[in-house]
């Protein structure tokens, strides 16, 4: 079994995600009262205007994922320096035993209520932003990474909040560019949706056109 776990490249960046999400967090769901409120608004303000005063970091950096950390660190589905993101969701890599020489994925976590669609379950596209970027995921460790063409989502069950989820996916056809790939979500032994993806491998020359490398 290949397990990416690693440190955290950018701690303290990685920290500051971390206490942003517990704030979106209670935002969502406080019960405090309005002066309470606008001074918690306004010294958010004063934090936001600190950080906005130095250079841009750069939005791009090409890199092979080492661990956790550096798969999408941005992705607002699995980013470890992204506050939007659960910050729960966890995975490994292991051989696929159906695709000789190909790895498939299962990942774990848990959304909470900042998540919320139908009340006390997950919201429908929070279900398809995260297989979206699992299957992106799985295809990068098959080496064979490639934009989203189509994602069809089938939803079986509502999918609980604040309980314990897997995800498994895997490739089921690479074909030139062209990469298929399946992921499922599972509460238990329920099955809450299934995806199915297509996925492109772009030209050297889209790649250099979209993301000046």
Known sequence: MLSLRGEVTDPARANLARAVRDLIAATALTDAHDSM??????????????????????LFRPTIPR?????????????????IAPGTI???F???????????MIATGVLSAVYEGPPLF???GIV??????LLGMINIE??????????????RRPTPLNNP???????????????ESTAQLWHGETLCAQAEGVFIQPKPATVEAYFNV
Do not use: Q
């Open 94 to 104: 292991e051989p696929d035993a159906e695709y000789d020489g190909r790895s498939r």
């Open 90 to 92: 966890d995975w490994h």
């Open 122 to 124: 997950v919201h429908g």
């Open 165 to 179: 989820l897997r995800w498994v996916a895997w490739i089921t056809r690479i074909e030139g560019r062209r990469v």
């Open 142 to 155: 098959n080496g064979c990474p490639g934009m989203t063409g189509m994602l069809n989502i089938k939803y």
């Open 37 to 58: 409120l606008d001074a918690a608004a306004s010294a958010v303000e004063r934090i936001t205007a600190t950080l906005t005063s130095g250079e841009p970091v750069a």
């Open 67 to 83: 661990n956790h950390a550096e798969y999408l660190p941005r992705s607002p589905a699995v980013g470890a320096l992204s506050p």
């Open 128 to 133: 398809a932003l995260i297989f979206d970027e």
